[in-house]
């Protein structure tokens, strides 16, 4: 069977409710390619206008890590949409192999979607279907986002209730999304999360009986810390991957900011470098004789002769203005406070002042051999004898 006389149909390898797709190949320009196929019998009025808008939506991507759109057109009543080949796993056949990948491929894995998500919201295109089936691997490993644009139109309120649509897309909805809120670039980077605290832990952050418990846990429930799962992984990983999973679309980050991270080997956590040791100070010539200043400057490498400029501690700079003041107004420091300089020529001066008393209280012209001596009261003087 050949699709628009030149893509040769050879097997099915993926059918969904609106459509299959074809692995095909292109007799034009001789290579492989996928095939979508709009199923014919579809009971939505509308799926034919929104495949040719969302075909033609995808088809403006253009990035190494998303699925790239090659064709759209009209065969014998139906739509049909040729993309690239993937010639690879989904990571749903990855998991289901392994379980878990580690910390380092994961990350990877995470640069390279986040990338994906990044460019198509720059185009104003919402995945609204990212999970492990969606992100395929291909022959080297590069991570290759599926489904652009087709996830939109088969990704309705209604299909919530479908049945098969409710488990699968449960799993990985954002909060917003389970209450009926619109899709945004938030909801993806949600949904990326999911993924990946899978590809750590081989489960899913949120899992229960029904998909309605799955979407309360959504809501609801914040996610198991990985590494209380026995999940190796650096703290720093763990913190962002938990910011993913943020109950509220502004507390997670951007599709690039999430690119970006990843691809730095911020995961790791490596320390930051700590800032260089600042100099010590080194007192200058007016502070210090010629000899210590030149023994100092030895012990620490300061060249010998170079001058050394240094900031005061914290605090000290209005005490040292104002000793440079008193030092203008020509009071020198003799470096003890003033208070006890006052008592101390205080004490001086007392003591001076009773030395003076103690003098003039001793000197001869208050001794008791300058008194007269008489007989008493009224007593007479005698007078020397006449020869």
Known sequence: MRIAGRYRLI?????????????????????????????????????????????QTAGRLRHPHVVGVVDFGEHEGGLFLVMELVEG???????????????????????????????????GIVHRDIKPGNLLLDADRSVKIGDFGIARFVDDPGALTAAGQIVGTSLYIAPERALGKPAG?????????????????????????????????????????????????PPAFENYLLALLAKRPE??????????????????????????????????SREAPSGALAAMRAGTGVPLGSATTYAFPAGGSAAVHRTRRRQRSG??????????????????????????????????????ADTPSGDGPGGTTSAPATP
Not at 101 to 123: D, F
Request: proline share 10%; with cysteine; charged share 15%.
């Open 251 to 284: 507390d997670r980050p951007t599709a690039a900011q999430a690119a970006q991270w990843f691809a730095s080997d911020a995961w790791r956590g490596r320390p930051e470098p700590l800032p260089a040791a600042a100099p010590r100070p080194v007192p200058n």
């Open 185 to 233: 670039p938030a909801s993806d980077v949600y949904s990326l999360g999911c993924v990946l605290y899978q590809l750590l832990t081989g489960r899913p952050p949120f899992h229960a009986e029904s998909a309605i418990a799955v979407l309360h846990h959504h809501l609801d429930t914040p996610p198991v810390p990985p590494r209380e799962l026995g999940v190796g992984i």
């Open 331 to 368: 009071h020198r420091s003799l470096g003890v406070p003033r208070s006890r300089l006052v008592g101390a020529v205080a004490a001086v001066a007392v003591f001076l002042a009773a030395l003076l008393v103690g003098l003039a209280w001793l000197s001869p012209d208050h001794s008791s």
């Open 89 to 123: 796993d989904s990571l749903a056949r990855v998991l289901a192999h392994s379980g878990s990948l580690p910390a380092g491929e994961v990350a990877r894995i995470a640069a390279q979607s986040a990338a994906g998500l990044a460019a198509a919201h720059e185009h």
């Open 11 to 55: 097997s099915v390898i993926g059918r969904g409710a609106m459509g299959e797709v074809w692995q095909a190949y292109d007799e034009v320009l001789g290579g492989p390619v996928a095939v979508k196929l709009l199923l014919a019998q579809n009971s939505d009025p509308t799926a034919p206008a929104r495949f040719r808008l969302e075909a």
